[in-house]
């Protein structure tokens, strides 16, 4: 795989060595077991996979390419690189402003910008719209486009549905930018609708089935569905496709249950005519990141600790998996850990910030899940790593962890 040039302060060479090591001996990610890091007193156990993937990667490395190159210039980005602070914060102190934020609020107007400056588009890609409108200030879009290959490809699996006549079924977070994106191309290729779980595919089969009206549909998913949207002719073919950082499980959930209700209406033997089998759209990482964090809980633990960015979807999708087993803490950062007892953390079901206190296991020795969303640095899980070790005495040091796993 390609090697990206980020800067050296988003690396750490004591995870960069753990993953390394998993490399050498499962080179095709076939053991989703963790890493366990035994310091004596606490033990880490560690996902056989989290942190930077390889469109975050990218999209970093071609953010700071355009500071290089363009040093006379004013830089934007659409909105954030990634759903990470540290990284966003960095690169507005390196002269990069925002456009918008995350759900679309603009900050700065289109008719500020010129066919000078240089605009980034993010990872998570943006809409045919706000391309239209970049291009048309003569703004260059394609050599500053960070669009994760991933989130492409999803695109491609919606124009092969569209030129098939099915109608696509978005499994993501409307409000999200890579649905934002995902559904403007859709769009452009077919009839779209945006589903966000299995309670609303359960409210989509009542239409299907005609148990609830055109009105209910258009209150249900208002503002979800493409423009033009008649459910007595746009139900009767579809595939689904999703937000690639979904939690995979779901997404597999919602395509069997519209299948079944596709056969439901119209029989076994024609559902290949209904419903298209579509392989399922979730990015690598993602998936790779799922299955490192299923792995990490049949081993036996205290608590979790997840690493990343409150608005971080593939992040929140590892919580929601930890918080079925364990107590969870889901960090932005170190600084959010205040002392041995006390430690602040994201409730991103309630939108809301808490403070737990007596959040370390007292038997010895402790055993503390800790693992992080696609978009968190490798550096962020050594400083929560080192700031949980300080509170720990006379444990091994890091190297002679590292020696007891070569």
């Given amino acids: 795989m390609k090697t990206f040039d980020i800067p050296t302060y988003y690396r750490s060479s004591f995870i960069s060595t753990i993953k390394n090591l998993r490399k050498e001996t499962d080179p095709r990610k076939k053991d989703f077991s963790p890493t366990i890091l035994d310091f004596g007193s606490v033990q880490f156990l560690i996902a056989r996979h989290f942190g930077f993937c390889y469109g975050v990667e990218n999209a970093i ?61 993010p990872a998570f890609g943006t809409t045919i719209d706000i391309e239209n409108r970049l291009t ?101 073919k579809i595939g689904v ?77 590892i919580v929601e998996l930890c918080e079925e087993i364990l107590p969870t803490y889901f960090i932005n950062s170190v600084a959010e850990i205040e002392n041995n007892n006390a430690i602040n953390h994201y409730d991103f079901h309630n939108d809301k910030r808490l403070t737990s206190n007596g959040y370390l296991p007292r038997q010895k020795p402790a055993k503390i899940i800790l693992t992080s969303g696609a978009s968190c640095p490798d550096t962020m899980v050594d400083e929560v790593l080192d700031k949980i070790l300080s509170f720990y005495p006379n444990t091994f040091s890091k190297d002679d962890v590292l020696a007891s796993l070569s």
């Fill in 241 to 317: 496709v999703n937000q690639t950082t979904m939690l995979a499980t779901e997404t597999q959930e919602i395509a069997d249950y519209l299948k079944q209700t596709m056969t439901k209406k119209y029989g076994k033997t024609s559902i290949k005519e209904h419903f298209a089998d579509t392989r399922d759209t979730l990015c690598y990482a993602t998936n790779d990141n799922q299955q490192a964090t299923i792995g990490l809980l049949k081993e036996q633990a205290d608590i979790a600790i997840v690493i990343g960015g409150y608005n971080s979807s593939n992040t929140s999708h």
């Fill in 136 to 236: 048309n200030i003569g703004i260059e879009i394609q050599k500053y486009n960070t669009t994760c290959p991933f989130v492409e490809r999803v695109w491609k699996q919606s124009k092969k549905l569209g030129d098939t006549d099915h109608t696509i079924i978005i499994h993501g977070k409307h409000n999200h930018e890579e649905t934002r994106a995902t559904f403007s191309h859709s769009d452009e290729n077919a009839r779209s609708i945006v589903i966000k779980d299995i309670n609303e595919t359960k409210l989509l089969e009542q239409i299907i089935l005609g148990e609830k009206s055109e009105e209910d549909f258009k209150s249900i998913f208002q503002g979800r569905y493409s423009e033009g949207f008649d459910i007595t002719k746009d139900l009767q």
């Fill in 61 to 121: 490395e071609i953010a700071y390419k355009a500071v290089e190159e363009n040093p006379n210039k004013n830089i934007y980005l659409l909105s954030q690189m990634i759903h990470n602070p540290l990284v966003n914060k960095d690169l507005e102190e390196k002269g990069i402003r925002f456009i918008m934020d995350t759900e679309g609020n603009q900050f700065i107007d289109w008719d500020k910008l010129t066919k000078d400056d240089i605009v980034i588009i």
